[in-house]
């Protein structure tokens, strides 16, 4: 007997129709959703803070629209330069090194956001702000140009490896040895430049050697390296005096101008060594 052949069932007449009319409903209810969700949390969420680069010790403040609970950015990016005052002097004296035109993204750290979370470089740029520390830095700076020559130098190859913890502790070293009165009142200054940099370099030191073994201790062998050099600069050489030469420049008058710029104390003694010998080859 012949098997009687099985036949499938017949499909319905939506059968294959559902997904099409789906689709847009799912997306219109996710549109909905987030519609509801920014209205609901008095629209978008705006992010502000501040960011700091060690080259030139800029600050710059960002504001940027996100979408509350899902974080996806909406639209760009802006930027404010807030650089202090204080910042160009450092620059001008030639403590600090030039901001580059441009610099990666990568290199900004971020100072505090929405000001609440803070972060390690706040221990330096604290102090470049007007009144924000016990003396006026800025003034501080052009009043003591040996010891703010070292100090600066050195905060900068701290915050280059993000070592911003040092900053604090630099700041009151050089601003104390300032105010303390000279044993020997004719010990001219840079007798006591001499002695700041002589204590400088031994702070300095035993906080880079700390370092050294704590970044090894935690497997940090990039910090560990750099720390290293640090130390090997320091016990060769030491802290660097930074002497002031003067530079003249022509006027659109015809005039000179001086420009100050700062120089190793080492390249100073060089010159004034070429100068003797030239005035005694000519005598």
């Known amino acids: 007997m012949a098997n009687t052949p099985v036949s499938s069932p017949k499909p319905s007449a939506g059968a294959g129709r559902s997904w099409p009319i789906l689709f847009p409903l799912i997306v219109f209810g996710v549109i909905l959703f987030l519609a509801t969700l920014i209205v609901c949390s008095g629209g978008f969420m705006m992010v502000t803070g501040t960011q700091f680069h060690p080259d030139g010790f800029r600050i710059r403040r960002f504001v940027a629209l996100r979408v509350p609970v899902i974080g996806i950015q909406a639209g760009g990016t802006s930027y404010t330069d807030e650089t202090p005052r204080i910042s160009q002097l450092l620059v001008d004296r030639g403590w600090i090194t030039k901001a580059p035109l441009q610099s990666a993204e990568s290199e900004w750290e971020l100072i505090e956001i929405n000001g609440g979370w803070q972060g390690l470089p706040l221990n330096l ?5 007007d009144g924000a520390s016990r003396v006026n830095l800025y003034e501080w700076s052009e009043k003591n140009p040996l ?11 701290a915050a280059k490896l993000k070592l911003y913890w040092m900053t604090p502790e630099l700041i009151d070293k050089m601003i104390d040895f300032s105010r303390v009165n000279p044993v020997n009142k004719s010990l001219s200054k840079d007798a006591r430049a001499k002695m700041a940099q002589q204590d400088l370099t031994a702070y300095l030191l035993e906080s880079y050697q700390q370092t050294e073994a704590g970044a090894k201790a935690t497997g940090d062998a990039e910090l560990a390296a750099a720390c290293r050099k640090q130390v090997e600069r320091l016990s060769t050489a030491g802290v660097v005096i930074l002497k002031e030469t003067a530079k003249t420049e022509p006027k659109k008058d015809g005039s000179k101008t001086t420009e100050v710029k700062a120089q190793p104390q080492e390249e100073k003694a060089e010159d004034a060594a070429d100068s003797e010998a030239s005035e005694d080859a000519s005598n």
Not at 147 to 157: C, P, V
């Open 125 to 129: 740029t604290d102090y470049l702000q």
């Open 147 to 157: 010891l703010a020559g070292m100090l600066w130098s050195e905060i900068a190859t």
